[in-house]
């Protein structure tokens, strides 16, 4: 767990000196949110950070500045997706694995 946690912190620290230069905070709070549900306690929190994450990419892909790679955000959000329904259902374990998918597609969506 504590291998994930550092490597969702550098990862967070990575996309907030690409999208200041982007000027678009939308994916940092996608990402962020997505952290959260990665290191969640239970289920139930890793749905409510896996919709508020979900809620931030959709505002980002949509953004009419977005140049982000449309297919990872798209699998991110499916993954996410994944993560609300997972947590949702009590099996907290595989919430917090897709919301870990989630992270690797929003860190690929900025290349």
Sequence with gaps: MKNITLFASILVMVVFSLSAMA???????????????VTAADGMDVAKHAEMAK???????TDKHNKYDDKQMDDGIKCLDD???????????????????ALKHFTQATN
Excluded: P, S, V, W
């Excluded at 000027?23 to 549900?37: K, M």
């Excluded at 099996?91 to 919301?99: D, T, Y």
């Design 83 to 101: 993560a609300i329904k997972e947590g949702m259902d009590g099996n907290a374990e595989a919430a917090r694995k897709a919301a870990n998918d």
């Design 23 to 37: 000027g678009d905070n939308r994916l940092i709070d996608a990402i962020q949110h997505t952290q959260r549900a």
């Design 55 to 61: 809620n931030h990419a959709n505002a980002a892909k």
